[in-house]
């Protein structure tokens, strides 16, 4: 699986929108993007995949550069329970495992 | 619905030794993971079980950590003579169909490990 590289961290004031950066310049053709979020001390959370196209959902839309080599994460609102570390992960169609990074701490500030 | 559960939630064992962490998936996911996060870091894969058997166990650190899933459902994760190294989160995860393309994996909250 392709590497990825994240900023450590990030600060957003709530309300406002959180655009978290991922970088994947050796993503082949069959991997997906993925994103999964982890709260202080729960389990990861998946929030969106894409492999070619932007995509959105209930929790976020994912921006995907044209030459796939970048993607960003948008939290249109973000509020303070979206305080949490953000993992980009870069997986293949036919993979099992996550691999995981050391991810972005976002922290969402009143 | 139910999501993945694990227990026990915290466990604290003495060096040397033996721990069973139980993980039971959603209903229906044919697939269960196993991952360990020690403190600061990101979530590392240890085995992947795709019904009863392991079909990638590529991620277990050595022969002292094993793991079941006798009826394709309910996963133990077995680890003999603990060492303090092995304090981490142990995590569970479960997708729906073959583990494949683009499954979602759903995790559960964990179990912390604490080896004294």
């Known amino acids: 699986d392709a590497k990825t590289t994240q900023p450590t961290s990030m600060d957003c004031a709530e309300g406002r929108a959180a655009n978290l950066p991922c970088n994947h310049s050796?993503?082949?053709?069959?991997?997906?993007v993925y994103w999964y979020r982890q709260i202080h001390s729960q389990g990861p959370q998946y929030i969106i995949h894409g492999l070619k196209n932007n995509e959105t959902n209930e929790m976020a839309s994912l921006i995907i550069t044209e030459d796939r080599k970048s993607s960003t994460l948008i939290l249109p609102h973000a509020t303070l329970r979206d305080t949490a570390v953000y993992y980009c992960?870069?997986?293949?169609?036919?993979?099992?495992?996550?691999?995981f990074g050391a991810g972005t701490i976002l922290r969402v500030k009143s | 619905g139910a999501g993945v559960s694990q227990t026990p939630s915290n466990k604290v064992t003495e060096k040397g030794k033996y721990v069973e962490l139980r993980c039971d998936p959603i209903s229906g996911h044919t697939a269960l993971y196993w991952y360990r996060q020690s403190l600061g870091q990101g979530p590392e894969f240890l085995i992947y079980?795709?019904?009863?058997?392991?079909?990638?166990d590529s991620g277990l650190p050595n022969d002292r950590f094993f793991a079941v899933r006798p009826e394709g459902s309910v996963s133990t994760l077995k680890i003999q003579r603990t060492e303090r190294g092995d304090s981490a989160v142990y995590l569970c995860?479960?997708?729906?169909?073959?583990?494949?393309?683009?499954?979602?994996?759903?995790f559960g909250p964990g179990t912390r490990l604490t080896v004294l």
């Open positions: 995860a479960s997708s729906p169909t073959s583990g494949k393309g683009t499954d979602t994996q759903y």
């Open positions: 992960i870069v997986r293949v169609d036919y993979g099992n495992k996550l691999v």
């Open positions: 050796t993503i082949s053709g069959n991997e997906y």
């Open positions: 079980f795709q019904g009863t058997g392991a079909a990638d």
